[in-house]
């Protein structure tokens, strides 16, 4: 795939080239700054055993994915973050349960979004700037994007899954590939 900054056409890939891209690109993914894979899953055993997330928990995991907000999670009642991650396993909808998720203090839609591919990786995936910029590339998505919400979370699972369906990829696996592929490919500074 060439290294430029912007898609060639608006095609989606092949399936065969779609399993291709996702196998290279994850394979370049330990080699990026993103939140470990081990790390996900070890939050995602946590999660599913206890039911809910504690605010020590959720720090960890926005401090993982953003360092710099992470210090905002602190400052959510105890209760309140076992309460909305022990809600968000029973919402229906991709766009309730990020919405949900982030109405704590510190989580935005791609740090609540690192809960969620934590809790079901066959299901989500972790996204920000760089999983928006390669959908874009490769004709999903249109235009680029800094910031998101949960409107945003579900125009990128959207086509994720659509690759997932097209590979023998989980959309956790698929996100992280798009994340290291932007990386890869990217031309300059992130914003």
Same mark, same amino acid.
């Given at each position: !795939?060439?290294?430029?900054?912007?898609?060639?056409?608006?095609?989606?890939?092949?399936?065969?080239?779609?399993?291709?891209?996702?196998?290279?690109?994850?394979?370049?993914? /330990?080699?990026?700054?993103?939140?470990? $894979?081990?790390?996900?899953?070890?939050?995602?055993?946590?999660?599913?055993?206890? =039911?809910?997330? +504690?605010?020590?928990?959720?720090?960890?995991?926005?401090?993982?994915?953003?360092?710099?907000?992470?210090?905002? &999670?602190?400052?959510? $009642?105890?209760?309140?973050?076992?309460?909305?991650?022990?809600?968000?396993?029973?919402?229906?909808?991709?766009?309730?349960?990020?919405?949900?998720?982030?109405?704590?203090?510190?989580?935005?839609? $791609?740090?609540?979004?690192?809960?969620?591919?934590?809790?079901?990786?066959?299901?989500?995936?972790?996204?920000?700037?760089?999983?928006?910029?390669?959908?874009?590339?490769?004709?999903?998505?249109? =235009?680029?994007?800094?910031?998101?919400?949960? /409107?945003?979370?579900?125009? !990128?699972?959207? $086509?994720?899954?659509?690759?997932?369906?097209? +590979?023998?990829?989980?959309? &956790?696996?698929?996100?992280?590939?798009?994340?290291?592929?932007?990386?890869?490919?990217?031309?300059?500074?992130?914003?």
């Amino acid at each position: !795939m060439e290294a430029d900054d912007s898609h060639a056409d608006d095609a989606h890939p092949s399936p065969d080239d779609l399993d291709a891209f996702v196998a290279e690109n994850l394979d370049r993914y /330990a080699e990026t700054q993103g939140l470990l $894979p081990e790390r996900l899953e070890e939050f995602g055993e946590t999660y599913r055993s206890q =039911g809910h997330l +504690t605010r020590d928990q959720l720090y960890e995991i926005a401090y993982a994915s953003s360092t710099r907000s992470a210090y905002h &999670v602190e400052t959510n $009642p105890e209760s309140r973050c076992r309460e909305v991650t022990r809600n968000a396993r029973a919402v229906d909808g991709d766009f309730s349960t990020i919405r949900l998720l982030t109405g704590l203090s510190g989580f935005k839609a $791609p740090t609540a979004s690192c809960v969620l591919a934590a809790l079901d990786g066959d299901r989500h995936a972790v996204v920000d700037t760089r999983v928006w910029a390669s959908l874009e590339r490769l004709g999903y998505l249109d =235009g680029r994007k800094e910031s998101f919400d949960a /409107a945003d979370y579900v125009a !990128m699972i959207e $086509p994720i899954r659509e690759i997932v369906d097209k +590979t023998d990829y989980r959309a &956790v696996d698929v996100g992280y590939a798009l994340f290291a592929y932007d990386d890869h490919v990217r031309e300059g500074t992130l914003h």
